[in-house]
């Protein structure tokens, strides 16, 4: 069921790190990427796969995790990303890349949800570094990194409370709990 692929498909920041992804799983995720609508059909969406320890080790300091969580500084070593899928822009191609990279993206992480995995997109990255780090020419546009992994933790979607709060939250029990609008507040009308 496509709504149950979709409630499953959470950010999720926490996981076995010693679950590895192997690269061609991410292809197969890049490739679900590839298969996704674009605009004018440009395509100017390329992708870099990270997923051996050392370059994983590297990518993530330039990585901020969960801004409402202020007493969290990221995954833990152990729980960390096993890989990632850097979304670049194709600056020979294009010069703005619409919805592209949302509807890429959400192909990816629904696959990867599919394969048992979860993952989380990054729009806080340090992108110079990043770019050096990984040797990424001038070319591409840094514009968000997918980490994935094999979740640990809970996630749950939950109605928004009363006093409208959007922030997430984690419980005690370290679950991480995503306050979402109702729909009747989202659908202004129907004519
Ligand atoms: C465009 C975009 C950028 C995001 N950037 C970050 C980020 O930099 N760091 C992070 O921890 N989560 C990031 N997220 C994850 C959101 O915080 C998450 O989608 C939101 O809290 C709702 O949770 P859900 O994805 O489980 O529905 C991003 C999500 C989107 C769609």
Not at 86 to 99: C, E, K, M, P, Q
Not at 118 to 139: H, M, N
Request: hydrophobic fraction near 40%; include cysteine; proline fraction near 4%.
């Amino acid at each position: 069921m496509l709504k149950d692929l979709v409630l499953h498909n959470r950010s999720y920041r926490r996981f076995d790190q010693s679950t590895r992804i192997a690269p061609e799983t991410l292809r197969e995720l890049c490739d679900l990427a590839r298969l996704s609508s674009s605009g004018r059909n440009a395509q100017p969406l390329k992708y870099m796969i990270v997923s051996s320890q050392e370059e994983c080790a590297k990518v993530y300091p330039t990585l901020g995790w969960a801004g409402y969580l202020k007493e969290w500084n990221g995954p833990e070593e152990g729980e960390r990303p096993a890989a990632y899928i850097v979304i670049l822009g194709d600056t020979a191609i294009a010069s703005n890349y619409g919805i592209d990279a949302g509807l890429s993206i959400q192909s990816m992480t629904l696959g990867a949800v599919e394969k048992g995995l979860g993952g989380c997109i990054i729009q806080t990255v340090r992108r110079e570094e990043l770019a050096k780090i990984l040797d990424i020419s001038s070319q591409f546009e840094i514009l968000y990194v997918v980490a994935l992994g094999k979740p640990v933790e809970e996630v749950v979607v939950e109605t928004l409370k009363p006093d409208g709060d959007i922030k997430y939250w984690r419980d005690e029990q370290h679950v991480h709990h995503v306050p979402k609008r109702e729909l009747k507040d989202l659908i202004i009308a129907e004519k």
